[in-house]
């Protein structure tokens, strides 16, 4: 009979794990680094935000304290101010312009940029260039553009017969003069355009070449589809951009004539710091803040309509 030795069961204790893990290391370098930026959000940005909501619900004029008025600011607004309902037709025209026009411009001078001609880095450089231009000097060199007699677009348009309007004079004239402005300056988005159509991979259009497509099924069939992240990107700024226009509008018209060109920012501009209705330019500037991220959220939410990415697949 054997018997079996009964030894004494050592219980194996868990390893305690390192508290200080490399997971910790990087997530403390992380907040390091990130903190400035992350201090100057609340200090400029979320703290300013707090303030404007609760100012957007008094009656304050920088002088006195803010007065609590409920929503008198936002009803007035809609019911009791009639320079607000044609400012934001301003706003909405400018940027029903802006946008489709330079969306499909900037597609089109990005197609023509990318083919290998001679050359071609010129006319790349000479599209950006405006681009970098401060917005300052450009709206200096439109006042001369787009001036009534000696301007250089009448002069031209005299050559063949049109005797032009005077674009920033005329309330007719005021926004097509702000929009071939905002054109001009395309080349931010074809430089993107230009980089997003490099990226097309040639074996598709080598494929598609083999099967028959002509250049222009080859454009419309797989270039502007791969193109489309980019184009979404540029709307989704151009929105932004269009609806905060202040510059050229201050420089140019000052909201003229006849508040014919003024726009969302420079009324609340105007409200603030030449009435000294803070309480109102603050409910304005949230509304403002409510039309953009509305804009924005229903150009995301359609997206997957005409938007296509590489690694999607399609339901």
Same mark, same amino acid.
């Given at each position: 009979?054997?018997?079996?030795?009964?030894?004494?069961?050592?219980?194996?204790?868990?390893?305690?794990?390192?508290?200080?893990?490399?997971?910790?290391?990087?997530?403390?370098?992380?907040?390091?680094?990130?903190?400035?930026?992350?201090?100057?959000?609340?200090?400029?940005?979320?703290?300013?935000?707090?303030?404007?909501?609760?100012?957007?619900?008094?009656?304050?004029?920088?002088?006195?304290?803010?007065?609590?008025?409920?929503?008198?600011?936002?009803?007035?607004?809609?019911?009791?101010?009639?320079?607000?309902?044609?400012?934001?037709?301003?706003?909405?025209?400018?940027?029903?312009?802006?946008?489709?026009?330079?969306?499909?411009?900037?597609?089109?001078?990005?197609?023509?940029?990318?083919?290998?001609?001679?050359?071609?880095? +010129? /006319?790349?450089?000479?599209?950006?260039?405006?681009?970098?231009? &401060?917005?300052? *000097? #450009?709206? =200096? @060199?439109?006042?001369?553009?787009?001036?009534?007699?000696?301007?250089?677009?009448?002069?031209?348009?005299?050559?063949?017969?049109?005797?032009?309007?005077?674009?920033?004079?005329?309330?007719?004239?005021?926004?097509?003069?702000?929009?071939?402005?905002?054109?001009?300056?395309?080349?931010?988005?074809?430089?993107?355009?230009?980089?997003?159509?490099?990226?097309?991979?040639?074996?598709?259009?080598?494929?598609?070449?083999?099967?028959?497509?002509?250049?222009?099924?080859?454009?419309?069939?797989?270039?502007?589809?791969?193109?489309?992240?980019?184009?979404?990107?540029?709307?989704?700024?151009?929105?932004?951009?269009?609806?905060? +226009? /202040?510059?050229?509008?201050?420089?140019?018209?000052?909201?003229? &004539?006849?508040? *014919? #060109?003024? =726009? @969302?920012?420079?009324?609340?501009?105007?409200?603030?710091?030449?009435?000294?209705?803070?309480?109102?330019?603050?409910?304005?500037?949230?509304?403002?803040?409510?039309?953009?991220?509305?804009?924005?959220?229903?150009?995301?939410?359609?997206?997957?309509?005409?938007?296509?990415?590489?690694?999607?697949?399609?339901?």
């Amino acid at each position: 009979m054997r018997v079996r030795s009964v030894a004494p069961m050592v219980e194996k204790r868990p390893t305690a794990k390192p508290w200080w893990t490399q997971r910790r290391r990087e997530a403390l370098w992380f907040y390091i680094m990130a903190s400035p930026w992350i201090a100057g959000f609340l200090l400029f940005m979320g703290g300013p935000l707090v303030a404007s909501l609760y100012l957007s619900f008094t009656d304050y004029d920088l002088l006195t304290p803010p007065e609590w008025v409920g929503l008198d600011n936002y009803v007035r607004m809609f019911t009791d101010d009639p320079r607000f309902w044609k400012v934001l037709r301003n706003t909405t025209v400018y940027t029903l312009l802006v946008v489709p026009i330079t969306t499909v411009l900037s597609v089109w001078l990005a197609a023509l940029l990318h083919k290998p001609l001679k050359g071609m880095r +010129v /006319f790349r450089t000479i599209v950006y260039v405006p681009a970098l231009v &401060p917005i300052v *000097a #450009s709206a =200096m @060199l439109f006042s001369w553009v787009l001036a009534p007699d000696a301007g250089l677009l009448n002069r031209t348009l005299a050559l063949v017969g049109i005797d032009g309007p005077a674009w920033l004079l005329d309330e007719t004239w005021v926004i097509p003069g702000l929009v071939m402005m905002s054109v001009w300056g395309v080349g931010t988005g074809v430089v993107l355009l230009l980089a997003g159509m490099q990226g097309i991979p040639p074996e598709l259009l080598e494929a598609a070449t083999i099967d028959g497509a002509n250049p222009r099924q080859r454009f419309f069939q797989i270039t502007l589809p791969m193109l489309s992240p980019v184009i979404l990107f540029n709307v989704i700024m151009g929105l932004i951009g269009t609806f905060q +226009v /202040f510059s050229q509008v201050y420089i140019l018209t000052g909201g003229g &004539p006849n508040d *014919a #060109s003024m =726009m @969302l920012v420079p009324y609340i501009f105007e409200e603030a710091f030449r009435n000294f209705r803070m309480g109102y330019a603050s409910a304005l500037s949230w509304l403002l803040f409510l039309i953009i991220m509305t804009c924005t959220a229903i150009v995301f939410k359609t997206s997957s309509r005409w938007v296509f990415y590489e690694s999607e697949v399609r339901r």
